[in-house]
Structures are given as C-alpha cells and as structure tokens.
C-alpha cells in the first residue's frame, strides 16, 4: 500500500515537473518575468523531490517506475500537450498542486499506520511546500484590488 503510492506520488511528481517546465518556458503576456520566475522555483522545488521518492520505494524494497509509459499510467494529474494562456496554467497547476497535497496527506497516513517515520517526515515537508505554493498561486489567481 505505501509503496505503490509512493509509486502514484512519483509519477505524479514528474508529470506536474515536466508541466511546470513546460509553461516556464512557453507562458507569454505581461506577467511573464514573475510567472517565469515562479515556474523556475517551482519545477525545480517539485523535480528535486523525485530522487528521495524513488528511493524510498527501493528502501520499502518495490521497483520504482522509471519510464515514461509508467508514469503516464500512474499519474494522478493530466499531461498537457497544448501551450495554454498564462492565467489557465496558473488555474490548472492550482488544481493540480492541490492534488499533489491531497496525494501526500494520504501516503503521511499510511506512513504512520506502519511506523515508517522518515516517509512521514518526508510527506510533511512535501505538504509545507505545496501548502506554500498553493497560497502564491491563489494569491497570483486573485483578481487585482487596485
Ligand atoms: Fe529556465
């Protein structure tokens, strides 16, 4: 159970990077320094979860998915093949920011059913950090009050 969400969390956690990336580099309109900025911190906060991931699935002593196809088929966030306008992928990587939270609540619970404090430790620090972004995203989605 933990190791096969762990697994979900993996997949999950290199689709929404590739996302993030993918906008950093094709978002255009007036934001775009702050939006760039931002997608910058956030791919390389997301993508530098991924090792410690993978290897707590080997630590659990499962094969962590390492390809492509696997990690389309475990994704619990969707691809996106298109090059949305700025504010979409700003609504869209709300949305799957909260589903990242929701991902890593779950795999803290199952941690804990099973003393595994170091993968509950981890998934605490996870929440914080998506807790973060999912505050600056909804503040860059606010409409100005000016
Ligand atoms: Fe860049």
Partial sequence: M???NLKVLL???NVLAIK???FHWNLEGSNFPQYHAFLDTYY???Y???DRVAEYIRTLDAYTPGSLTRYAELSQIQDQIKIPRARLMMEELYIDN???IEIVKQIFSNANDVN???IANFMAERQDAHGKFGWQLRSIL???RE
């Fill in 2 to 4: 933990l190791a096969e």
């Fill in 11 to 13: 997949a999950t956690t």
């Fill in 20 to 22: 993030a990336q993918n």
């Fill in 44 to 46: 390389t906060d997301v």
């Fill in 48 to 50: 530098g979860s991924v």
């Fill in 98 to 100: 909260a589903k990242m």
């Fill in 116 to 118: 595994e404090q170091g």
């Fill in 142 to 144: 606010k409409t100005d």
